[in-house]
């Protein structure tokens, strides 16, 4: 490999704690830094993601990972991240590398202004080789909004510094077309489509969050923004450069054939919802083939308490998503706007704006290759028939 390149490298927790006491695996950790610093030192800028809070701080809260509920964990996670940065700041020093915390939550990535800010600090270490190690913030996101598992968050990462490769180490060589432990389970090494594997992904180890199916979600989030991924077994002499020199099997998941603009990518991998909006179907056919906005005579109901700049998911009648914009008014003046279509924008909102709900600039329609969300639950609450 000779391209100077962007790699995120996601680690899982079962790669960094013992399963039966829970302590750190000080030796994977040697020899993991050992080639990160020969990667970085062959000039690439190199990003960790790194899990493992919670697993090594479970022995100080007295909790195994079986009985330990949301509180147990985010008190883990507070007890386990110093642990764990402790471990790689001493590990990376024997290495003469430097590295950095940087703790997110799911807000800060879906956050136009956040996650510019949080890209700048990157890049910001890349000059000066440190390496930022990312975790979630486990202790202060709440349960509908964490992102949860590391490997859609390193997706995320991977899309905002715009990387060219995701490598994800776990404690399986890759995809297989069922659960591993099933003696007759076929290795898959390459995936275009990774829609054909979500159903074959379930189960997790002891340690583990998402299981396979979020590191094909977050592959699919990656090829979506033209980062190919590799999934590949952790516990292994050189774990990285030893995939990078094809010296041993992996997945790999190909990049999709259409790039998009970064703004574009962004929109398109949303994992909060703030709001939803369902659309008239003679209109989708327009907006889907015409480049247009949406109106707010195109909308027939929405859902959610959202704010003006929030990302709405855009459904059709029939419950289908179909595109991912930024809004131009909160729920109450979209509420408004769509109710009272004879008054002028600036009448039932007081100021003088642009008229259309989602604009046409920061629009995405979703093509194939996106996953789709489901429409939300029917909630009686939020759905305003206007
Ligand atoms: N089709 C599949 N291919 C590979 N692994 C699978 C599959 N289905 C389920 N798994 C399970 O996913 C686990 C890896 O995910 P996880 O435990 O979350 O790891 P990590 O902690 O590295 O994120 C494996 O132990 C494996 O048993
Ligand atoms: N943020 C959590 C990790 C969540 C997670 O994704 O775990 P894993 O599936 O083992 O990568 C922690 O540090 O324990």
């Known amino acids: 490999m000779t391209k100077k390149k962007k790699i995120v490298v996601k680690i899982g927790s079962s790669l960094l704690a013992n399963s039966d006491n829970l302590t750190l695996r000080y030796a994977f950790m040697n020899g993991l830094m050992s080639d990160l610093a020969y990667l970085q030192k062959q000039g690439h800028d190199i990003i960790l993601t790194s899990s493992g809070s919670v697993a090594l701080g479970l022995n100080m809260i007295d909790r195994k990972p079986e009985d330990a509920g949301i509180l147990d964990k985010q008190a883990a996670a507070a007890c386990g991240q110093p642990l764990l940065m402790n471990a790689y700041r001493q590990v990376a020093s024997e290495y003469d590398m430097d590295v950095a915390q940087m703790l997110v939550t799911v807000e800060d990535m879906e956050d136009r202004r956040r996650f510019l800010n949080i890209k700048n600090t990157m890049l910001r270490l890349f000059e000066n080789d440190i390496l930022p190690i990312i975790n979630e913030n486990d202790s202060v996101a709440t349960r509908d909004l964490r992102v949860g598992d590391n490997d859609r968050l390193s997706a995320k990462v991977a899309q905002m510094i715009d990387a060219d490769l995701l490598i994800i180490l776990t404690s399986v060589e890759g995809l297989y077309d069922r659960d591993p432990s099933d003696p007759d389970a076929k290795f898959i090494a390459e995936v275009k489509d990774v829609t054909e594997h979500l159903e074959s992904t379930t189960g997790i180890s002891t340690l583990g969050s998402g299981g396979m199916l979020t590191k094909m979600q977050a592959a699919n989030m990656a090829q979506n923004a033209g980062c190919e991924t590799i999934i590949a077994e952790g516990i292994i002499e050189r774990p990285l450069s030893s995939v990078l020199n094809e010296e041993r099997r992996y997945t790999r998941i190909l990049v999709s054939g259409v790039t998009q603009s970064p703004l574009n990518i962004w929109l398109s991998n949303r994992l909060h919802v703030s709001g939803t909006l ?20 195109d909308v027939i109901s929405l859902q959610g308490d959202f704010t003006k700049g929030d990302v709405l998911h855009v459904y059709n009648e029939d419950g289908e998503e179909i595109a991912r914009g930024l809004t131009n008014f909160s729920s109450e003046e979209t509420m408004l706007l769509a109710r009272n279509l004879d008054m002028p924008v600036e009448d039932v909102i007081g100021y003088k704006t642009k008229s259309d709900v989602i604009g046409a600039e920061n629009i995405l329609i979703l093509q194939e290759n996106h996953l789709l969300l489901d429409a939300p639950e029917h909630d009686q609450k939020f759905v305003v028939p206007v």
């Not at 008239?280 to 005579?297: C, Q, S, T, W, Y």
Request: glycine share 16%.
């Open 278 to 297: 369902v659309v008239a179907n003679d209109r989708v056919k327009a907006l889907v083939e015409g480049g247009l906005g949406i109106r707010r005579e």
